[in-house]
């Protein structure tokens, strides 16, 4: 066994993973993002269907202050931005997915409506300093958590900038192993929610950092839209 070439080398791969989204949401890449509707943009039978299937996981007061995490081209971000009187500050690792944003948000006209973004990742424990504890009503983010390196260490940076009775508002899918093709593919197995198939993963390590589940559903209307290929899901906790 010994002589044989190491093929699988599982600990460099996953060192390899770590700011994995920066180097691969290159021009090219966050390019071809933000071109898809559905993902880099909604069109208005997108947005309309994500703002019900959110109305049914979470009543949205007046005047949140809002962080999104992965802010990618900013498709989520125009939903957020749109809850009654938020603040809406975002974080993504990618500068090329940030250029995207601030184009989009000229699109929608949000550029001078206080919203802000910061480049960065939110999995790492020095991440945490990059806001204060305490800080946001609500840390939310769309189709980013099956990426993340470190889901765990992300939880907790989130728990520590919610202040108390803050809520997390994750939405994702259910990814298959076969969704990571192309230069993604060698990273299914390193992130650790590249492809999980039960809605039962991410609440389970919400309520491992310390938080309480208070939603868990399909977006149904999403789902129902034939744009739509990959089961989508709602999670809302709360600190
Ligand atoms: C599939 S895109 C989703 C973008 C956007 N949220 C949307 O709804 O279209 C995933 C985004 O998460 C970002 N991302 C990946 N890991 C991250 C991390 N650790 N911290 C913050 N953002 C991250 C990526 O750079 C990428 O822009």
């Given amino acids: 066994m010994n002589d044989q070439p190491r093929l699988w080398d599982w600990n460099a791969l996953r060192k ?3 700011g994995c989204h920066a180097a691969r949401y290159d021009d090219a890449g966050a390019k071809e993002y933000a071109a898809i509707p559905g993902m880099g943009y909604l069109l208005p039978d997108q947005l309309a269907a994500h703002r019900a299937d959110l109305a049914d996981g979470m009543q949205v007061e007046a005047g ?3 962080l999104e995490v992965g802010a990618g081209t900013g498709a989520f971000t125009e939903v957020l931005a749109h809850f009654p009187g938020a603040r809406v500050t ?3 690792p990618s500068p090329a997915m940030i250029r995207s944003w601030r184009d989009r948000m000229d699109l929608a006209g949000l550029t001078n409506s206080g ?20 800080q946001f009503d609500l840390v939310a ?8 390196f470190d889901p765990l260490a992300a939880f907790a940076n989130w728990y520590a900038w919610l202040k108390p009775g803050g809520r997390v508002l994750v939405l994702d899918a259910i990814f298959g192993r076969d969704g990571w093709g192309g230069a993604w593919g060698e990273l299914v197995d390193v992130l650790p929610l590249s ?3 039960s809605l039962g993963t ?8 310390g938080f309480e589940i208070e939603h868990v559903g399909w977006m149904h209307r999403v789902n129902a839209l034939p744009s739509t290929r ?3 899901y709602v999670v809302v906790a709360s600190r």
């Fill in 16 to 18: 390899q993973g770590r």
């Fill in 64 to 66: 949140l202050e809002i």
């Fill in 90 to 92: 975002a974080t993504e």
């Fill in 115 to 134: 919203i802000e973004i910061h480049e960065g990742s939110c999995d790492a424990p020095e991440d945490r300093s990059m806001f204060k504890d305490h």
């Fill in 141 to 148: 983010c769309r189709k980013v958590v099956n990426g993340l």
């Fill in 195 to 197: 492809s999980t198939q």
């Fill in 202 to 209: 991410i609440p389970y390590l919400l309520e491992a950092v």
């Fill in 230 to 232: 990959t089961p989508r």
